[in-house]
T-cell receptor, first 109, second 116 residues
Framework: DAKTTQPPSMDCAEGRAANLPCNHSTISGNEYVYWYRQIHSQGPQYIIHGLKNNETNEMASLIITEDRKSSTLILPHATLRDTAVYYCIVRVAPSGLIFGKGTKLSVKP | EAQVTQNPRYLITVTGKKLTVTCSQNMNHEYMSWYRQDPGLGLRQIYYSMNVEVTDKGDVPEGYKVSRKEKRNFPLILESPSPNQTSLYFC???????????????FGAGSRLTVL
């Protein structure tokens, strides 16, 4: 069972920031939050992960609330190529990562 | 180039004809996993392997077999395919079991299987 909750879909204007929320209220203290995305039917692609602190890389930023019960993935300047399904995942022992249905982000011109 | 390679990428077969989807990684990863993806159901895990000779069932293992005789290969076997196994299949690997720090999954490009 997925341990995260995400909205099924979101829209974003090209060039604007896309903020994708994720609820993981049952996360335990040593569990990381991971974000992946899947463009069309390609293999999912890793974006970013975090434990407690906010993280940033060349693709995105991850903001984790202080109580760690939710997080937000930020794509600072969304482009049409960012249109994809975005998955927020918390590890499910022992099998690894369980993917839910994710959020379908549509970036519109 | 570090990658996970799946073959075949596309396959149309008939009910009951045994088939194998191969998966190979060149990153010396210990952990490997198979997922299937169906419309409206997202990615569901079929089998996973923590290391050589260690495999275990995921959420939807019925109708599938796997083996892990070498670290780099993790084939998915459909002994007697049925139409409900028509799906998009992904193989993935990571250095160790994903979910701890930088142990992130690298996915293959996918194998689209149709069983008539």
């Amino acid at each position: 069972d997925a341990k995260t909750t995400q909205p099924p879909s979101m829209d974003c204007a090209e060039g604007r920031a896309a903020n994708l929320p994720c609820n993981h209220s049952t996360i335990s203290g040593n569990e990381y939050v991971y974000w992946y995305r899947q463009i069309h039917s390609q293999g999912p692609q890793y974006i970013i992960h975090g434990l407690k602190n906010n993280e940033t890389n060349e693709m995105a930023s991850l903001i984790i609330t202080e109580d760690r019960k939710s997080s937000t993935l930020i794509l600072p300047h969304a482009t049409l190529r960012d249109t994809a399904v975005y998955y927020c995942i918390v590890r499910v022992a022992p099998s690894g990562l369980i993917f839910g249905k994710g959020t379908k982000l549509s970036v519109k011109p | 180039e570090a990658q996970v390679t799946q073959n075949p990428r596309y396959l149309i077969t008939v009910t009951g004809k045994k088939l194998t989807v191969t998966c190979s990684q060149n990153m010396n990863h210990e952990y490997m996993s198979w997922y299937r993806q169906d419309p409206g159901l997202g990615l569901r895990q079929i089998y996973y392997s923590m290391n050589v000779e260690v495999t275990d069932k995921g959420d939807v293992p019925e109708g599938y077999k796997v083996s892990r005789k070498e670290k780099r290969n993790f084939p998915l076997i459909l002994e007697s395919p049925s139409p409900n196994q028509t799906s998009l299949y992904f193989c993935a690997s990571s250095l160790k079991a994903p979910g701890f720090g930088a142990n992130v999954l690298t996915f293959g490009a996918g194998s689209r299987l149709t069983v008539l």
